[in-house]
């Protein structure tokens, strides 16, 4: 299991190595604010604003899927979108 953070470090593109089968635990320090607002902002984007944002409609809901992950992550934590 990889383990993501706030790492800035390493060349551009260094993520595209990860075998993609291979779970990732990213972890983030969020005031409470923040989170609700993250939780709020993953509940209303659109799937329309997210492909727009990607190179195609695989990578499109590569992302969906993600943020339903972090969604839920988010919900687990105690923030869960009005």
Not at 18 to 23: H, K, L, T, V, Y
Not at 27 to 32: D, I, K, R
Not at 38 to 48: D, N
């Given at each position: 299991?990889?383990?993501?953070?706030?790492?800035?470090?390493?060349?551009?593109?260094?993520?595209?190595?990860?075998?993609?089968s291979?779970?990732?635990?990213?972890?983030?320090?969020?005031?409470?604010?923040?989170?609700?607002?993250?939780a709020?902002?993953?509940?209303?984007?659109?799937?329309?604003?997210?492909?727009?944002?990607?190179?195609?409609?695989?990578?499109t809901?590569l992302?969906?899927?993600?943020?339903?992950?972090?969604?839920?992550?988010?919900?687990?934590?105690?923030?869960?979108?009005?």
């Amino acid at each position: 299991m990889f383990r993501a953070g706030i790492s800035r470090h390493g060349p551009p593109g260094q993520n595209e190595n990860f075998n993609m089968s291979q779970p990732v635990v990213i972890t983030a320090e969020l005031t409470p604010e923040n989170a609700q607002a993250l939780a709020q902002f993953v509940k209303r984007i659109s799937h329309e604003a997210i492909r727009a944002c990607s190179r195609d409609d695989a990578e499109t809901f590569l992302v969906r899927d993600a943020l339903d992950s972090l969604r839920e992550a988010l919900d687990l934590a105690g923030f869960d979108p009005e």
